[in-house]
Structures are given as structure tokens and as C-alpha cells.
């Protein structure tokens, strides 16, 4: 069964460097989605992504953060410069066309 | 603004006891209704979903959900625990137009003991 895959699974990294976060979406789906998961928290929306432009973004998606679909394949999402609060669980998701999200394992962020 | 209320953040239950879970939505349209499980260190994965039609949904695992419109509740449910169903278990709504973004509840981390 396909499945969405995230790369890498920990990222650790100093405040102020950027990161780029790596997803894989199911090949056939068209609309992508990032959220995170602060430890302990829920899961938070952060942007969905559809036909190489943003077409939704929560108030978290600050100036900091991009995302970007550079071939077929891949989808990231870059955060310019770290700060201690962006320390979480990255999910990335992808749907055909509507209905159900599938969600890839995540990768957990921790800034020091 | 979509919201989803979990009741109860840790629910412990013996095994083989019943499991009851619950979440209340708001919503101005009638939504999309999910619950999700999240095991230790892994991803979310779907567990049933509501869209249109029957309102009792069975999910995999042997876990159903009721959509009551009335009471705007989405509870999930299964009649035996198993040890393996120790996780955390997020409901989630969404509006029912094109690929909306999923709104999560707090989640609960359900405990399944001897």
C-alpha cells in the first residue's frame, strides 16, 4: 500500500540555522498539507498546499516558514531560522482530491 | 471557526472492558468527522472516518463511532480493550468542501491495564 514518507525522522539543530523538513506524498495526490505536533499538544494545521501555490495558511505559517514543491515528488517545509518553540513532531499529508488525509510518520524537530 | 472537544485527556481501562472515547464538535455545516490513533513514536493513522450516509462507521481494530447531529457528537467506542490499543487517539472535523484542512482535537491517551 503507498504511503507517505517523511525524511528525516529527528532533525536536531542550533537557533537560528534553517532546516528543511522532507516529504514524500503519494504519487497520484494532489493537495499537501504540513501540520505539527508540539510534544504534548495537539496536532496543529500549519499549511496546505495545492496546483505549486499555498492555499491555506494558519497564523503558526509566519515569514519564517516555506514550503515548496520542487519536483513530482518531493514536498518540503523550511523554517528560515529556528527558534526553541519550533522544537516538534512534523507530519506531513496528502490527499488524492478530498476525503481522507494521509498522514507520513513525521519528524521530530528538536531546536537547541 | 471549526473546534473539537475531547473529554478526558487519559481514559484507563481493564482488558476486555468496554472503551468509550469522546468528542464533541463544533461546527456551523454538518462536517467531516475522523479519529486517528497515534501509537508510541509513530504517525497518525486513520482509524474511521464520517462523511455522508449510515452514521454508525466501523473502523479497523474493531473501533466504531457514532455521528449524532443532534448532540454534535462523534464518540468512538469498542466493546473489548486489548493491550495493543494502548495509544493516543485523536478526533478530528473538517469542512466537507474540497481537501480543507483537518481541525484536531487535544487527543486521549487511552491506558489499557490487566
Known amino acids: 500500500e503507498p504511503e507517505v514518507t517523511q525524511t528525516p525522522s529527528h532533525q536536531v539543530t542550533q537557533m537560528g540555522q534553517e532546516v528543511i523538513l522532507r516529504c514524500v506524498p503519494i504519487?497520484?495526490?494532489?493537495?499537501f498539507y504540513w501540520y505539527r505536533q508540539i510534544l504534548g499538544q495537539k496536532v496543529e494545521f500549519l499549511v496546505s498546499?495545492?496546483?505549486?501555490?499555498?492555499?491555506?495558511k494558519s497564523e503558526i505559517f509566519d515569514d519564517q516558514f516555506s514550503v515548496e514543491r520542487p519536483d513530482g515528488s518531493n514536498f518540503t517545509l523550511k523554517i528560515r531560522s529556528t527558534k526553541l518553540e519550533d522544537s516538534a513532531m512534523y507530519f506531513c499529508?496528502?490527499?488524492?482530491?478530498?476525503?481522507?488525509?494521509?498522514f507520513g510518520p513525521g519528524t521530530r524537530l528538536t531546536v537547541l | 471557526a471549526q473546534s473539537v472537544t475531547q473529554l478526558g485527556s487519559h481514559v484507563s481501562v481493564s482488558e476486555g472492558a468496554l472503551v468509550l472515547l469522546r468528542c464533541n464538535y463544533s461546527?456551523?455545516?454538518?462536517?467531516?468527522l475522523f479519529w486517528y490513533v497515534q501509537y508510541p513514536n509513530q504517525g497518525l493513522q486513520l482509524l474511521l472516518k464520517?462523511?455522508?450516509?449510515?452514521?454508525l462507521v466501523k473502523g479497523i481494530n474493531g473501533f466504531e463511532a457514532e455521528f449524532k447531529k443532534s448532540e454534535t457528537s462523534f464518540h468512538l467506542t469498542k466493546p473489548s480493550a486489548h493491550m495493543s490499543d494502548a495509544a493516543e487517539y485523536f478526533c478530528?472535523?473538517?469542512?466537507?468542501?474540497?481537501?480543507?484542512?483537518?481541525?484536531f482535537g487535544t487527543g486521549t491517551r487511552l491506558q489499557v491495564t490487566l
Open positions: 504519487s497520484n495526490h494532489l493537495y
Open positions: 499529508a496528502s490527499i488524492p482530491s478530498t476525503d481522507t488525509q494521509y
Open positions: 498546499f495545492y496546483n505549486n501555490e499555498i492555499s491555506e
Open positions: 478530528a472535523v473538517r469542512d466537507t468542501g474540497t481537501a480543507s484542512k483537518l481541525t
Open positions: 461546527s456551523s455545516v454538518p462536517p467531516y
Open positions: 464520517y462523511t455522508t450516509g449510515a452514521t
